[in-house]
């Protein structure tokens, strides 16, 4: 039974690593396992990728999960790196209460584990939080929006998958500047999960309804070039003001070229490093902020060309 249950650990480990992007092979060097909630946008590839040469340049192993968008294979995902032994953890949420159970066996493993880009319902269960101050970033683009509509003018928003952290935060953003100029109405809102695809479909649907559109405010680029495919088949991307979140390379080249009017870049790249960073601190002993904020810049047209690739 002993030698049954044996096979049945090293299938079930094997199995686990044939689901994550490893980079490099582990040689005794300090892991850092890095679960994403998903990787299908070159925001998340980027901080992914940010975070991988972050770790060649510190001597340190990181391994990139995908969660595929999925709070279950998230948690088995932290589960199994607790159950490796890797000596610390970064995780960005798929939802806010989503990974709680892996929080929780994190801490009860004694294994430095910190959220990063979307933060978590128990986020005193994490050492720390990296990435962007989503609130500021959503104040920073409506108030761009407002002004490029001139204070008045009917806006659609593109939200993220609703509940996650990323779409209540920069929600609350937009609140708070809409408050301030009661010209301007949110006349169409719906999530698009961050998707490309998506927000096409859901912009087609908006735009068969007649409804006038002056701007289409989109929680992150990948939805804002949804929205922009959307607007060009139907002759009136020149029409709509488009705008984005993350500032991805696929951004910044529909900014390039006339498309996008403008995205907020959070330092996409460098979310990444510093996560990174800061777990090599945290598994080092060393005392690390509870918050690590990046900051929030609106890119357009006028500012693109100072703008590093990564974002």
Not at 20 to 32: E, L, M, P, S, W
Not at 81 to 99: C, F, H, M, R, T
Not at 254 to 278: E, K, N, P, W, Y
Request: some cysteine.
């Amino acid at each position: 039974m002993r030698r049954l249950l044996a096979a049945v650990g090293v299938m079930l480990v094997a199995a686990s690593l044939v689901t994550a992007c490893t980079v490099g092979d582990f040689d005794g060097k300090t892991r850092i396992a890095l679960v994403m909630s998903h990787m299908t946008n070159s925001f998340t590839t980027t901080v992914a990728n940010a975070a991988v040469a972050e770790g060649r340049e510190l001597g340190l192993e990181v391994t990139v999960f995908d969660g595929n968008s999925d709070a279950a294979t998230q948690i088995s995902q932290i589960e199994s790196a607790v159950a490796q032994a890797y000596d610390g953890i970064l995780v960005e949420p798929v939802s806010k209460e989503g990974i709680a159970p892996g929080l929780k066996a994190a801490n009860e493993a004694q294994i430095p584990i910190a959220t990063i880009v979307q933060q978590a319902e128990q986020q005193e269960r994490a050492a720390s939080y990296i990435g962007g101050d989503d609130t500021a970033a959503g104040e920073l683009q409506m108030t761009q929006v407002v002004e490029a509509i001139g204070e008045q003018g009917a806006v659609a928003v593109l939200y993220g998958p609703m509940g996650s952290d990323g779409q209540l935060q920069r929600k609350a953003g937009y609140d708070a500047v809409l408050a301030e100029h009661p010209g301007v109405s949110i006349v169409l809102e719906q999530t698009a999960n961050w998707d490309t695809a998506e927000a096409l479909t859901v912009t087609e649907n908006w735009l068969s309804t007649g409804t006038h559109i002056d701007a289409i405010v989109a929680q992150n680029d990948s939805m804002a070039l949804g929205a922009m495919k959307a607007l060009s088949n139907a002759g009136r991307d020149k029409q709509v003001h488009v705008s984005g979140v993350d500032a991805t390379d696929d951004g910044v080249a529909s900014i390039r070229d006339g498309g996008m009017a403008g995205t907020v870049s959070q330092d996409t790249a460098g979310i990444g490093a510093l996560a990174v960073d800061t777990m090599d601190k945290l598994i080092r002993g060393e005392e690390v902020d509870a918050v690590n904020y990046t900051q929030a810049v609106w890119i357009t047209i006028d500012n693109v060309d100072a703008l590093d690739s990564d974002g």
